[in-house]
Each structure stands twice: as structure tokens, then as C-alpha cells.
């Protein structure tokens, strides 16, 4: 039933914005056993590839609205569910961060002004980069993500090891990107701190929409020029569905 798709892709959505938004809010700056960038890196990484195990039977396990529209550009995703998944890893997205923050905010010292883990560029960039430099980095590595997740999901890609490849993808999309926007490449994912912290967050937010989007059409359009048989799929992904 597609309700059942759109419930775990809001559940792993949930997960994926609750673990990685939380290991940086909670877990990163903890003096002297913070987790740092590598964890922070490694959180986002884990969170996809515990869901992937879990639901990517049940709905693909997307939790990206990049991901669906690049997956649809691919030819690998039906563009009459598209909309509807969106929805569900928003609400999912937004949902993680209030859980996130009710915990958060438990602790002496909070402050929504710190950024809840939120993206930005500008003055609100980890490093202070341009506006240029952080939608570039955005298109780029949404685009390789979708690119990974074409391949490592095709019906010739080595069995069982997609959520392993996807993973440490976006394990390595953060440890290159955090520094520039704090790593969207997921617009529900940038939605859902985004709401907590109001204000510039809101204000920027388009381009963690935007980007991210035209990177994975880019992606998905890409690999189906590229692969001889662009419709090979694993569950969750197929046209069919």
C-alpha cells in the first residue's frame, strides 16, 4: 500500500534528520570527546544505511526530495509519486528536528542562535563561503550522490552492498562540504532546523532547495545517458512501482 511507503519514508527521514542534525548539535562540540567533523560525517553516512537495511524494501528508502526527483529523472521512480513522497520526508524532516530540539534544549546553554545545525552560506557558512560556492557545491554533490545511488541500485551492481555505497557516499559528500554549507544536499533535511531557527535560516533556505534539485535531476538524467540499461533496478526503486 502506498500509505505504508509514505509512512517509512517519513521514518526515515525522521532518523536521518534527528541522527545527523543531531550528532552535530548534540554530539560535536562536546570539549574534548566531541565527534568533530569525521562524526558528524559518519552520523549522516549511518543514519542512511541503517534506513536503507530497514525500509528499502518498503519505499526505496529516498528520505531526500533530491533523491525522488533525481530517481524520476532516472527513469527509476514514478512522477506520480513524487509529490506525495516529498510530503512524507518533509513532514518526517520536521518531526526529527522538534524531537531533536525538545531534547536540545534540555541542555544549560542552548541557543537557536548557535545555527541547530542548519544550512547557510555567507556569513552563515561554517567557513563564511560565497553564495556561489555553496549552491555550486550543492548541484555537485547531489548530482554525484544521485549518481552513486543510480549505479549502486542497478539490477548488475553487486548485490546487498547499495545501502553500504550509499552510505559512505554521503559520508564523503559531508567531510568535503560541511565546511562550506553544512552539507544539505537535501532539501526535507534542510527544512526541518531550518523552522526551529526562523529567521536567516528561513531567508536561505531556498537554495538548499534549489540546488539540491537540480543537482539529482542532473544526476538521474546523467546515469540513464550513461548506463546501457538504465531500468535496471533493485526493490523501491523500479518505474513500475
Known amino acids: 500500500m502506498s500509505s505504508k511507503k509514505y509512512a517509512a519514508e517519513a521514518i526515515g527521514t525522521f532518523w536521518l534528520t534527528f541522527a ?3 550528532s552535530a548539535v548534540i554530539a ?3 570539549p574534548d570527546i566531541g565527534i568533530g567533523l569525521l562524526g558528524v560525517s559518519l552520523a549522516f553516512g549511518l543514519s542512511v544505511v541503517t534506513m536503507a537495511y530497514a525500509i528499502g524494501h518498503i519505499s526505496g528508502c529516498h528520505l531526500n526530495p533530491a ?3 533525481g530517481l524520476a529523472a532516472g527513469g527509476r521512480f514514478p512522477g506520480n509519486q513524487v509529490v506525495p513522497y516529498i510530503v512524507a520526508q518533509v513532514v518526517g524532516a520536521v518531526l526529527g528536528a522538534a524531537v531533536l530540539y525538545l531534547i536540545a534544549s534540555g541542555a544549560p546553554g542552548f541557543d537557536l542562535a548557535k545555527g541547530f545545525a542548519s544550512n547557510g552560506y555567507g556569513d552563515h557558512s561554517p567557513a563564511k563561503y560565497s553564495l556561489f560556492a555553496g549552491f555550486l557545491v550543492e548541484v555537485v554533490m547531489t548530482m554525484i550522490f544521485l549518481f552513486i545511488i543510480m549505479g549502486a541500485t542497478h539490477g548488475k551492481a553487486p548485490a546487498g552492498f547499495a545501502p553500504l555505497a550509499i ?3 554521503l559520508c564523503l559528500i559531508h567531510l568535503v562540504s560541511i565546511p562550506v554549507t553544512n552539507t544539505s544536499v537535501n532539501p526535507a533535511r534542510s527544512t526541518g532546523p531550518a523552522l526551529f ?3 536567516w535560516a528561513i531567508q536561505q533556505l531556498w537554495l538548499f532547495w534549489v540546488a539540491p534539485l537540480i543537482g539529482g535531476a542532473l544526476g538521474g538524467i546523467v ?5 546501457d540499461e538504465p531500468h535496471g533496478e533493485v526493490t523501491g526503486t523500479t518505474s513500475s512501482k
Do not use: D
Open 20 to 22: 545527523g542534525c543531531g
Open 28 to 30: 560535536a562540540g562536546i
Open 67 to 69: 533523491v525522488t526527483v
Open 167 to 169: 552510505g559512505l557516499g
Open 197 to 199: 531557527v526562523g529567521g
Open 223 to 227: 546515469y540513464r545517458w550513461l548506463s
